[in-house]
């Protein structure tokens, strides 16, 4: 079990073949705290910096001072969020509040998922984003290079790379693919 | 002014004696090059790669055409090399079976140098040491090194006698050992029969030929992808379209020389889905370096320092 938290939390396991992994992660199961655990080791290693600290705290305020657009009186609403910030604190209907709360949940959720989907960097996920979104102009290689981050070689081009440019030593020791 | 003039012609003399120094260093590296394939020699050399050792027996026979080699892997697993010219047959050993693998065979030592040193000559520079024993023999010591910091050095001990690299020792920009392969036992031999060139066959192994990786030469210009300016010294000298473990399309692969070093270029599309590979390291003596180009999956890879892996990557321009 937990190797197999371990193999996801490193996106060694397809997301659609995790539902019992992610059914096992009940909030403050041990599964869980694994789980936290195995992406503060990975961050570590990486060298991703972690959250700034009250992350959560932080989010809810900016949220909370953002305009709220809502017919009919979204209109009203930022007319009067500039000169009275507190008065709009008040009026907010628990309606407006749960939209806050479900969008927290989204983006924090939304960060899990990038986290382990895309990995390493911040600037990483704006690679993703900007090939998902079509734009290659935006992908520029000075962006790329401001990205990379320290990765093990991948076997399977190494042992492509020693099968047709093999070094004088590439004949007898071999590649971690052929570890015997 | 009298003394200016003694100082310059001296200092001129002295040049022209260094110049003619190292085209002699070269001849002796040229000789290198071919002694390694036209003498009959057999002997034991030892490998280092990393935490790696190995100790290979070597039986090497040149009939005046044609080229035979037989190498023997006797440390760890089984394994044996058996070449004819440019062609090699591998017999790997893996648990109960025998894998044989087809592979064109390249600077195997002591033939780790081109015939044709023109290539090295222009980003190496080359100077003689003192003499030292290797394998009880004579040896020359000199010293190939870079004239930028886009490839590692190297060391060699040449036989004083048979011309042939005894040892070879290859350094990265900090002095620090990457790799060393050096005989510890050498003699020649004339007998010219061929008795001795085929694998020890194990019958109680299975032997099975390696799922063949298909490859292809590729002569085609890619539309989606050009070349701008490549790293001093390095040039192309291969592409093909080849079958990457794992990869559901075949990857173009580029190898870039710069006559001893190789690196590979991967160039592959991004596929829907797969997380965009962005990063770099190096391990034991080999560089890696990945990122994106447009639509393009760039991996390059090679046995040189990390700037010449990064400067092939970005070499790669998307075209649209």
Known sequence: MTEQLSALADDEIALKDAEYL???MQPNSHSAELWSQYHLIGDVMRGTAALSPNFKQNLMQKIDLEPTVLSPNAGWLNQNKADKPSEEMHRKTPVTWSIAASFAAVMVVGWMVLQTQVGDTLTQVVVAEAVTTQQPAAITVSSAEQAVSEQAIPTEYLSAHQASAPTASSYYIQSASYSE | MKHFVLACLLAGAMQCAQAANSEEDWQVLQKAA???????????????????????????????QNEFGHN?????????????GGDLVIYNQRNEKVVIEKRRGQNMFPAILPTNLDLVKTSYSVRSGDTERVAGREAQILFLEPKDNLRYSYRFWIDKEYGLILKS?????????????????????????????????DHKKNYVMEDEVPTKADTNISPHWTLKELPAGYRKVDQMIREVHGKPFPVTHVIFSDGLASVSLFVEPLLNGIKPRVGHSTVGNTSFYSNVAGYLQITVLGEVPEVTVAKIANAVVFVK
């Open chain 1, 22 to 24: 992610m059914a096992a």
């Open chain 2, 34 to 64: 071919l002694a390694a394939r036209a003498l009959s020699y057999q002997g034991i050399f030892v490998c280092q790669s990393g935490q790696k050792t190995k100790s290979v027996q070597i039986k090497h026979y040149f009939d005046g």
């Open chain 2, 169 to 201: 020792v290859m350094f990265n920009g900090n002095n620090q050992m990457m790799d060393s392969i050096a005989f510890n036992q050498l003699n020649l031999f004339n007998t010219v029969d061929l008795d001795w060139f085929k694998p020890r066959i």
């Open chain 2, 72 to 84: 023997v892997v006797l440390d760890g697993t089984p394994r044996e090399v058996l070449s004819q």
